[in-house]
Structure formats: C-alpha cells, structure tokens
C-alpha cells in the first residue's frame, strides 16, 4: 500500500493538485484544489490508491460500496472490486438530495462502505450515510483519498483517509483570496446557490 507521502507525491505529479482560488462543493473558498477525476482515470493508478481503502475496510467485510455521483463513481467501483463486492452511487434528485436510482438498492442489515474522494467538511459524506441508514443499511465506516477537513468532519462511523492534507479553508466571508481580489473558480461538479 502506498504511504501518505507516496499518494501526496503521485497526486502533485499527474497534477491532481491546483493551486489557486478556488470554491469546494461545500461552499468553503481555499488556496489548494484536489482533482481525483485526473487520478481515477487511470486505471493502474486508481487500482493502487484504492487498494489502501479496501485493505483498511477488508476486516469489516462490508457487503457493498457506495459513493456519491460523480466524484465518487470510479472510486467506489474500484474499491468494491478489489472488495470483491457491489459497487452503487447515489445521486442528487431535483430537490437536491441523494438518492438510489437504476435500479440500486440497499437492503435492511447490509453493510455498506461509504466513498469519497476529497472530504472537507463531511457534508456529503453525511448524506450518504444518512441515505444507507434511511434505507435500513449499516455503515461500517467511510473512507477518502483525501481528508483535508483539519479534523473538522465528525463522522459517526469510522473514518480513513489515504491522504490528511493540512491546508486551510474558509467561509467566504472571512476568505483572505477574496479580500485579495484574486479570481474565484469553482471547478466542482455540483452546482452551488
């Protein structure tokens, strides 16, 4: 398996990581981004970063993986193969909640490993393990790439990240890139009010 400083290291070399003003899917503004898509793309990489998630979650024996659409749907397939399991993936409905379609479903008792790519808050993290609980699921833990919440994100199952990246976030309020003027892009995939 691969060490945090060997993930960190891969991630800056397929520059997976952007430097710059950016706004996350949580709202929050900050100075460094994380792009997973240009990671999972490649399926020998993306074999080898996941191999850490299954191996921390193996003894759990979870009965399926899910991650939320779209960040997540590589992630939670490759981790469910080396698993040797289900993949599924949630996605947003019109009102903005995560839900089962194509015909996927959680059956009540079923343990279920929670994916993601990046976690900030834990915000989306949450809705996925309400999601599996709503529908009489049992979360045997989450797992990312990359946490870089600063230990912000409490989850209520066990939580493991490949990668802590300590960089800062901020409300936009109180972001110093906002005061600065410096250009705001919003490279995440869900769309922000």
Do not use: W
């Not at 999972?40 to 998630?53: T, Y």
């Not at 089962?100 to 790519?117: A, C, H, N, T, Y």
Request: a neutral charge.
């Amino acid at each position: 398996m691969l060490t945090q400083k060997e993930i960190l290291t891969l991630l800056k070399d397929i520059g997976a990581i952007k430097e710059g003003h950016f706004r996350y899917t949580s709202g929050l503004h900050g100075q460094v981004y994380v792009q997973c898509a240009t990671l999972l793309k490649d399926p020998a990489l993306s074999a080898r970063v996941c191999e850490g998630m299954a191996e921390h979650f193996r003894k759990d024996a979870p009965d399926l993986v899910l991650g939320p659409a779209v960040g997540a749907v590589n992630l939670s397939y490759e981790v469910a193969r080396q698993l040797g399991v289900p993949s599924l993936f949630a996605e947003r409905n019109d009102e903005g909640q995560m839900v089962l379609r194509r015909s996927f479903e959680i059956l009540p008792g079923q343990k279920v490993l929670v994916v993601e790519d990046v976690v900030t808050t834990g915000g989306t993290t949450m809705e996925m393990i309400k999601l599996v609980q709503g529908l009489g699921g049992i979360v045997i833990g989450a797992a990312s790439i990359v946490n870089r919440s600063r230990g912000k994100a409490q989850l209520p199952v066990p939580y493991f990240a490949l990668l802590d990246l300590d960089v800062a976030n901020y409300t936009p309020e109180e972001c110093p890139l906002c005061k600065a003027g410096i250009p705001l892009e919003k490279p995440g995939s869900r769309k922000i009010k």
